[in-house]
């Protein structure tokens, strides 16, 4: 058997970097940086007192850069390891340790060909005194040569734009991206153009910023004020950094721009994962010592370490809130009222986040919109409905009634009033059935019920095409003549009912089918208020047309009152009723003037 190797086709890897691994072609730059700081790392380490720095110059003329540092150079037997070995690294024998070192992978310097046809690199080891000269093309060709002129310790790299990539030549575009991935390295990194010269990278990470100056770095940077900022540490991770909380409400859906460094570079300015997902509410600024970066050095690998590592900084995140909320109730609360939608969404699904969030929270009941905390202080029974509609249906009838209904049609909101005795435990939550919800009400005497009748079995024969059935109450407030309650399987009967009406004979026949299948034909209730004058009349009427329209009218109003849907049949007998009633009135007040 004869042992074989692998070609590489070093252009296909160039075009991989470009297409692929690399979000933007001006990653070079961060390659570059990164190369000159662990070469400075490298030369310290071997007990050298310098002046260290990496210097970046422009040529205009030529859209040529040349990257300088003077860190440890290379020999030219570091030379066929690291440069001409793709995948090779001076860290590669131990990547899971601690280091000081940023760069992990050999592949960093093919970067460069994205955006330059040639790669020159000279050096001088700080253990070998002889400078080189490396030139690399994308075909994978390189020469080596020895220098006879003598230059400093350390390596510059040159590189001259290819077409199309004269940009990032540019003293604007360069400067921008060494800020962007440099601004915090602690080596002083220098831009020079012609004669002038200035230093990069003289700023404080925002990390190691007072609360008041890291608030006026966020407003300054994003253009909002944040409401507070949230310190974040890991011991395991290396961690430090600050999470600010958001002035604004977000979406769960919406992209998370966490900025990320490892070793002060940073890694990405949009890590959507290195915080958990419950904590949509804040972006962060993290610099970590001990992550391990991906090939393209713009993500973290997801390992265990880095699951733990975001779960300490979920802790740090989360024990903030339990503090805020006894410190500053009033900063917690707002909050609270800025991210309730998503906080609720999150809630549902976390119960430290349930238990830390949900006395905060507020809900429609039928008392008005309250605090949860309000409510477990005034009531230990809570009914809640299962839509909104049926909310509607019952909430002002309820209050009369001294009955505390919180409306659990709205997103989560059931769930989050269900879960109630897991942190309450002298609370009980029942769901409401709003069909049987009139039997609460109180019963009428006999004699009452005598004179209703005759209401209530002309309401039955009118109503039954609707799937409709009446009783007749005496409540709370007089002022509502009539109270129509139906649940979702009765309007989904409902729905049936019309749908088989109006489709095509085929489909007509799968309605009545669906329908059939249903264990008991489900009816709406409209009860009607002994307690209003107006119904009291219309059962005391001994004119038939009159009472009639009576029930039409009580009926369609009450579906108005209601927000329900209304088909054209009961759209023709609201206008019958009310039309019939108009002409009797015109009729009376003609009569009256003879």
């Known amino acids: 058997m004869k042992n074989m190797n692998f070609q590489v086709n070093l252009q296909g890897v160039i075009d991989l970097l470009s297409n692929h691994l690399y979000s933007d072609p001006g990653v070079f730059v961060r390659e570059l940086l990164q190369n000159g700081v662990d070469a400075v790392t490298a030369r310290k380490r071997l007990g050298h007192v310098f002046e260290e720095s990496v210097k970046v110059e422009l040529f205009p003329a030529s859209s040529t850069l040349s990257f300088s540092d003077n860190g440890c150079g290379l020999t030219e037997a570091e030379i066929e390891q690291f440069l001409a070995r793709i995948g090779s690294s001076t860290k590669r024998e131990d990547q899971d340790a601690a280091d000081d070192f940023i760069g992990q992978f050999g592949v960093g310097l093919l970067a460069c060909f994205v955006v330059s046809a040639e790669i020159v690199l000279i050096t001088r080891s700080a253990l070998d005194g002889d400078p080189l000269e490396w030139r690399g093309k994308p075909d994978g060709t390189y020469t080596i040569k020895k220098l006879k002129r003598q230059v400093p310790v350390g390596t510059t790299v040159y590189l001259q734009a290819k077409p199309d990539y004269e940009e990032f030549f540019e003293y604007y575009r360069v400067s921008e991206l060494l800020e962007k991935y440099g601004a915090y390295l602690p080596t002083p990194i220098l831009l020079r153009e012609d004669k002038y010269e200035r230093r990069i990278n003289d700023a404080v990470q925002p990390w190691k910023l007072s609360k008041p100056k890291a608030m006026e770095y966020i407003e300054q940077s994003t253009f909002s004020k944040p409401l507070d ?32 460094y490892l070793k002060n570079m940073l890694l990405s300015d949009k890590m959507s994962n290195i915080l958990p997902a419950w904590a949509f509410f804040v972006n962060g600024i993290i610099n970590t010592e001990n992550l391990r970066p991906t090939a393209s050095r713009e993500a973290f690998q997801e390992n265990d370490l880095f699951f733990a590592v975001r779960d300490e900084l979920g802790a740090c995140i989360k024990q903030y809130l339990i503090e805020l909320s006894e410190r500053d109730p009033e900063l917690f609360q707002r909050i609270v009222l800025i991210h309730r939608a998503s906080i609720k969404t999150m809630a549902v699904e976390d119960e430290e986040l349930y238990a830390l969030f949900i006395r905060h929270l507020t809900f429609e009941t039928s008392y008005g919109d309250m605090k949860m905390a309000q409510i477990l202080e005034e009531r230990t029974t809570l009914a809640v409905t299962a839509s909104v509609d049926e909310f509607r249906q019952v909430s002002r009838v309820a209050k009369a009634q001294e009955l505390m209904v919180v409306n659990g049609g709205y997103v989560h909101d059931m769930d989050l009033i269900r879960r109630l005795p897991a942190v309450a435990e002298n609370v009980t939550v029942s769901i409401l059935d709003s069909l049987t919800f009139a039997e609460r009400f109180e019963q009428l005497d006999a004699e009452d019920k005598r004179a209703a009748q005759p209401l209530l079995e002309h309401s039955d024969r009118l109503l039954e095409r609707f799937n409709c059935r009446s009783l007749v109450r005496w409540f709370e407030p007089a002022d509502i003549p009539v109270l129509y309650n139906t649940n979702q399987e009765a309007n989904f009967f409902r729905l049936v009912e019309e749908s088989e009406k109006e489709t095509n004979p085929l489909f007509g026949e799968v309605v009545r089918v669906v329908k059939n299948d249903m264990y008991e034909q489900p009816y709406a209730r409209l009860c009607f208020n002994y307690n209003n004058p107006m119904v009291r009349k219309a059962a005391q009427t001994r004119d038939s047309a009159l009472r009639k329209a009576s029930i039409e009218l009580f009926y369609t109003q009450a579906l108005l009152l209601g927000n329900h849907p209304m088909s054209a049949d009961e759209l023709r007998m609201m206008n019958d009723s009310l039309l019939q009633f108009m002409n009797k009135g015109l009729d009376g007040e003609t009569e009256a003037s003879r």
């Not at 949230?230 to 721009?257: C, F, M, N, R």
């Open 229 to 260: 900022i949230i310190p974040l540490h890991s011991a395991i991770g290396g961690v430090t950094g600050i999470a600010h909380v958001l002035p604004y409400a977000v979406s769960l859906q919406d992209e998370k721009k966490h900025r990320v």
